[in-house]
């Protein structure tokens, strides 16, 4: 490209016409050697080996002796070798890749490219009559000596990049240990040497036969239980644990041996980000929830969704909540002509638009205010969008705020804002229309719970064989969303403790926003209408398990933080179901999904309901409970069961 800019500048001078000067920068600028300085450096290299590995092979078959007869008959046929293994090696692609990441890989194909080029050489030699006689022992040992000055090369400019030489030595480095000498702890030693900013001092791993082994030229410690002594001989401060497929039980020890010998963890990128590229390996970050959750990743039909989203309106209400607005960011990526986000919130809704209206300015956002149980806003926006595919993400989920003085409130907006969403995309076609549900509406015991098991028979009562399909998805809790244990957890934390949780035995399912939305949409795409998707939450966890990790992530231990018991709320339960007593579940095509049989409803129900909700202006919690038994059969409101305030 700099020669073909000369004859550009140039050509005035040298009295060259446009036509012509057009030809020669269109042939400059199609041969890469001139156009790439350092590929003609590299070229240079390669024939230069090519020349002293054919005289050296001489120099070897006569023992440093050469007769003058054979100096001549040498230079006779490197006229003819050089420029052939050249042209060969070229044409192989041997000049495409980049030293500093030489590989087996690229051995191989020198090899290969060797092998080919001796036995052209050999041929053409043969066929141009030279009158030379080439000993058979210089097309041996010429291709061995080739094979080692290029291979060699290339892999003391990788090391000599990796500065693996001179960071043994490098002061101002990050000495660190990695926790898993598997796969994934040897590439994670290969990048973190290229990156030069860390020294990995060694592996451990609780495999006794990896111990004293070398990995990269790192040896391999001891136990995990040893990483005290280590720290502490070493001068150790960070500690990168890399066990991706290791249960999450192995990953808190993990956790709870770094915190007792006062180092900090750090873990590698998500598999998300790094297919995604938005990071590499050696991008290393704390640890977090979700990474001792160990829930493995979720396989999308991208291509259905593709379609299903693509080129076309989609609407997302409750849009500034935690599942709305992943649920956004994740509905993006598939490219929707346009995303409508409805939202009550206006900083929800303005967050959103500050987060997402600048980076993707090739899909049409749309950001309203409004509330989802005002009917007539609700027509004006599907009259202006047409959506194709609603996502209704709205409610309020907070289960103790909504037990007592709030609970007509939760029923008009979870019950009556579902049923007024839902009748505005039957009116307008809609293809689909996927309802947000939770755990908390199998044998609801608080009022919440039991809303978004009204909301859910709203949807199947509105099912009809043609039109709108309408699908429900249910799961339990979700890290980090607004409401939720985990920010709390962290609040308290930085107050210095105690943190409170409600009790030693209380557990719950767990998964992270992002496989919530994933799994979100996988059900979407599969529903036809009226099913009840279950995603697959794994185990349950113990909220105060839950919060020991948490302390220790922040890197305190149990004797600085410590945990109250408080006693259960009103409306909480001690666990949460997924399924209710008379349903059963069907299998999906997809791992983590099952089908939910549950108890449906006909129109005439569905009209009754709505009777009771418009009829009333405000109820009591008592009036309000008491009529929720009446319409759902398994709603049985929780007794407050405490316990004595305790701490440990």
């Known amino acids: 490209m700099a020669v073909a800019s000369v004859f550009v500048v140039g050509h005035r001078v040298c009295g060259i016409d446009a036509d012509t000067r057009l030809s020669l920068e269109g042939l400059l600028e199609g041969v890469g050697v001139i156009r790439n300085f350092r590929t003609l450096l590299v070229t240079l290299h390669d024939l230069v080996a090519i020349a ?8 070897l078959r ?10 001549d008959e040498i230079l006779r046929t490197l006229i003819w070798v050089v420029p ?7 044409r192989l692609g041997l000049y495409r890749g980049l030293w500093r990441y030489a590989s087996v890989n690229d051995l191989r194909q020198i090899f290969l490219a060797i092998l080919l080029s001796t036995a052209c050489v050999a041929m053409a030699l043969w066929m141009m009559r030279l009158h030379v006689l080439v000993p058979r022992s210089v097309l041996v040992i010429g291709p061995t000596i080739l094979l080692l ?22 002061a101002h480095t990050n000495r660190v240990l990695i926790l898993g000498a598997n796969d994934m702890g040897a590439t994670l030693s290969r990048e973190l040497a290229s990156s030069g900013d860390w020294r990995v001092m060694g592996f451990l791993d609780d495999n006794a036969l990896r111990h004293g082994r070398v990995i990269n030229g790192i040896k391999v410690l001891g136990a995990l239980d040893s990483l005290s002594q280590w720290v502490e001989r070493m001068d150790i401060k960070r500690v990168v644990i890399a066990m991706p497929s290791d249960l999450p039980a192995v990953r808190r020890r993990a956790m709870t041996i770094c915190n007792l010998a006062g180092v900090t963890a750090l873990t590698m990128p998500s598999f998300g980000d790094l297919l995604d590229g938005h990071a590499t390996i050696s991008q290393l970050r704390a640890v977090e929830l979700d990474d001792l959750l160990g829930r493995p990743s979720v396989q999308l039909d991208a291509a259905g969704l ?5 080129d076309k309106c989609v609407l997302v209400t409750g849009a500034g909540g935690s599942i709305g607005s992943e649920l956004c960011r994740q509905i993006i990526e598939f490219g929707p002509r346009t995303l409508v986000m409805f939202e009550l919130s206006e900083l929800a809704l303005y967050k959103m638009e500050q987060e997402l209206a600048s980076k993707f300015s090739e899909i049409s956002l749309v950001f309203l205010i409004g509330d989802v149980r005002d009917v007539a806003r609700l027509e004006q926006v599907f009259s202006k ?7 209704h993400a709205a409610a309020y989920k907070h289960v103790p705020l909504l037990e007592h003085h709030n609970t007509w409130q939760a029923i008009r907006n979870n019950v009556l804002g579902t049923w007024s969403v839902a009748t505005a995309a039957q009116r307008h076609d809609v293809k689909k229309f996927i309802l947000i549900s939770t755990d908390k509406a199998v044998n609801p015991t608080n009022v919440m719970g039991a809303s978004k098991r009204l909301a859910e028979m709203v949807c199947q009562g509105l099912q009809q064989p043609t039109g709108t399909n309408f699908v429900v998805v249910r799961f339990g809790n979700v890290l980090g969303s607004t409401g939720s244990v985990i920010p709390k957890f962290r609040e308290q934390i930085a107050r210095g ?56 992530l922040s890197g305190f231990s149990m004797d600085d933080i410590l945990i109250e018991f408080t006693g259960l709320r009103p409306g909480e339960k001690l666990y949460e ?47 309000v409970r008491q009529t929720l038994t009446n319409w759902i059969p398994e709603y049985h409101p929780a007794i407050h069961c405490g316990i004595e305030a305790s701490t440990q």
């Open 385 to 391: 969008y047409e959506p194709a595919v609603v996502f």
């Open 577 to 623: 179901e997924l399924l209710a007593d008379n349903e059963c579940t069907l299998p999906t095509p997809h791992v983590k999904m099952r089908i939910a049989q549950a108890r449906t409803v006909d129109a005439a129900w569905l009209e009754d309901l709505l009777h009771w909700l418009n009829v009333h202006a405000t109820q009591s919690d008592a009036e």
């Open 52 to 59: 002293l590995a054919w005289i050296f092979a001489y120099l």
């Open 62 to 71: 006569f023992n440093f002796e050469l007769p003058p007869s054979l100096i």
């Open 306 to 310: 593709h379609e299903l989203l693509a």
């Open 149 to 170: 000055m290029m291979g060699g090369s290339r892999f003391a400019y990788r090391l000599w990049k990796m500065r693996g030489w001179h960071n043994h030595h490098a």
């Open 497 to 552: 403790g105690p943190v409170t949780v409600t009790h030693p035995d209380i557990t719950r399912y767990f998964m992270s926003i992002e496989e919530a939305a994933q799994l979100v949409l996988q059900a979407g795409l599969m529903g036809v209408g009226g099913e009840i998707f279950v995603l697959d939450m794994g185990d349950p966890v113990k909220i105060v398990d839950l919060a020991s990790d948490l302390i220790r």
């Open 84 to 90: 052939l293994q050249g042209v060969i090696f070229w």
